[in-house]
């Protein structure tokens, strides 16, 4: 039986041109690209480390790849997050790319699926002076008498570094005051407040051969935001 080759007028292969040409449109058109696009894209940020987080849509398939942008707000251009290209992580550790906390920053993110690229989302503007929270400080308990002990205060850091490597400690860049609960038999007894430039509380007047309890938290003077209790630290007077 001979072979039919099928002959197309050149209307018809304008006519197949254009469908796959459609076909091609509505696979990635507008409407399905925010569909797949990320969603709550927003900062959030510990004693200075500003993480960008975001949240995908439930339609959204597997093995998806974000990429990630940021700038400082008025900048025109945008720079890719060079360790954020095509991640599968649903955040990224902006840090370092916004390391002035005096500085306003965006980001945005996108992500790559089967179906080609999303549109682009983009976060709040993005503040760290403002918006990050804090860690509790770090404390040491000593007796340093019958009746009184002595409370070593050690203010949270930052995953920034000095010009001696080692990581900055938040009250560098931000002003904090520390609250010292004191308690017995988880009876709060005193309550104690210091500025971010002392490093020790003394606390006398206790009764002696008593167990006492102590935690403490940072406060944000200018919001009045207080962070979590750190854990207790206990201590036998003599």
């Not at 025109?76 to 990224?92: A, F, P, R, V, Y």
Request: aromatic residues 8%.
């Amino acid at each position: 039986m001979p072979f039919n080759m099928l002959t197309l007028t050149g209307h018809q292969c304008l006519d197949i041109v254009f469908a796959i040409s459609l076909l091609c449109w509505v696979e990635c058109s507008p409407t399905q690209q925010e569909e797949m696009a990320p969603t709550e894209v927003q900062f959030q940020s510990l004693d200075f480390r500003n993480v960008l987080h975001w949240k995908h849509q439930h339609k959204a398939s597997k093995n998806l790849k974000y990429f990630v942008q940021h700038k400082i707000h008025g900048d025109k251009e945008w720079s890719n997050s060079k360790h954020c290209q095509g991640i599968q992580t649903l955040q990224c550790d902006l840090t370092q790319e916004t390391s002035d906390p005096r500085e306003w920053y965006y980001a945005r993110v996108r992500l790559l699926s089967s179906q080609g690229f999303s549109s682009w989302v983009l976060s709040h503007r993005f503040y760290p002076q403002w918006e990050t929270n804090f860690s509790p400080p770090q404390i040491k308990v000593t007796v340093a008498g019958g009746h009184t002990v002595k409370v070593q205060i050690k203010p949270p850091r930052t995953p920034l570094r000095g010009h001696n490597g080692n990581r900055i400690r938040v009250t560098k860049l931000h002003k904090l005051t520390f609250r010292i609960f004191l308690m017995h038999n988880d009876v709060e007894e005193e309550v104690h407040e210091t500025d971010s430039c002392s490093k020790e509380l003394v606390i006398e007047g206790l009764r002696p051969k008593t167990t006492y309890c102590l935690q403490a938290l940072s406060v944000t003077p200018r919001s009045g935001r207080i962070s979590s209790r750190s854990p207790r630290t206990c201590i036998t007077t003599h």
